[in-house]
């Protein structure tokens, strides 16, 4: 039997009124990619009749699995960050807007058509890495993740990007896979959610990656491994820009002052918090690197 665009619409806006901060949004992307069409097309054609009963079932198959709280860009194995198609799937962090924070504050510091080396700490789907390496084509990027889930999705991003020459991708916990090696920037969206936070979303809690997510009982343990081995990875007067949560600010601030930072600054996302940190670093051996357990 053929339902009108808008009855599907308001049902699958009410299933997912309980999973999701944006039920009809979300009911649009899923209900568009189960007919192959856009948002757009949906919106202007309210009262069309949907026909297609495979379509339909796809978009019911859809609507269940976010109901149980699995992630939208899971379900369609793609998730846009900066202007860019990422393939995402199950054991890899889902790019969020905020993160393109980091972007922008990375691209302030790599001035156009310079021949950089840039380095991505816990790149995940290689969001940053890949962002970075469309807006500033003569950049070296190096991406570098401990999960071969990620790095293998970094690989895949960069190829059907075509960015694959131009993004290093290589496996190791934090700085181990680039010893000896030194950056004009550094930027990091690592994992900064302490254990016990009950804020989290049980669904986000349910499907993404722990370890991209978790960084201990404080939530600075990545945030601190990254900020006292950059000194020893950064060329002089290079770069560190870190996300973090939005009540760390203070926090990151101070390890990087102790780690020997200048022109310390925290950035606010879109929503007024504070969300990205950075600092212009010397060699480690110029500063006496304090290590703080903040």
């Known amino acids: 039997m053929a339902t009108e665009i808008r009855a599907l619409l308001d049902e699958g806006a009410a299933k997912l009124a309980r999973s999701g901060s944006e039920p009809r949004r979300e009911a649009e992307v899923l209900l568009g990619a189960a007919l192959g069409r856009n948002r757009a097309w949906l919106l202007a054609n309210p009262d069309e009749r949907v026909l297609d009963c495979e379509a339909t079932d796809r978009y019911e198959a859809f609507l269940t699995r976010r109901a149980l709280g699995e992630p939208v860009a899971y379900i369609l194995g793609e998730k846009e960050f900066w202007s860019l198609p990422l393939s995402v799937g199950p054991g890899v962090l889902v790019p969020r807007p905020e993160t393109e924070l980091v972007v922008e504050r990375a691209l302030a510091h790599l001035p156009e058509g310079q021949e950089l080396a840039v380095l991505d700490l816990a790149s995940g789907s290689g969001a940053i890495a890949l962002a970075v390496a469309r807006e500033r084509p003569l950049c070296r990027v190096v991406a570098t993740d401990v999960s071969p889930a990620a790095n293998a999705t970094t690989r895949a991003n960069a190829r059907r990007l075509g960015l694959d020459e131009r993004v290093e ?4 916990e934090w700085f181990a896979p680039v010893a000896g090696r030194r950056f004009d920037l550094i930027a990091s969206n690592p994992p900064y959610i302490a254990a016990g936070d009950p804020r989290v979303e049980p669904g986000v809690r349910r499907y993404e990656p722990a370890e991209a997510l978790f960084a201990g009982p404080t939530g600075l343990e990545a945030l601190r491994a990254i900020v006292q081995g950059a000194p020893n990875h950064l060329r002089p007067g290079g770069w560190l820009v870190v ?18 930072c200048a022109e310390v600054h925290t950035h606010r996302d879109l929503a007024g918090l504070e969300r990205c940190s950075e600092g212009r670093m010397r060699p480690a051996s110029t500063h006496g690197l304090k290590l703080l357990n903040t």
């Open 243 to 260: 996300e973090h949560g939005d009540t760390q600010g203070a926090g990151v601030r101070r390890l990087l002052q102790h780690a020997g």
């Open 169 to 172: 991708v290589r496996r190791g």
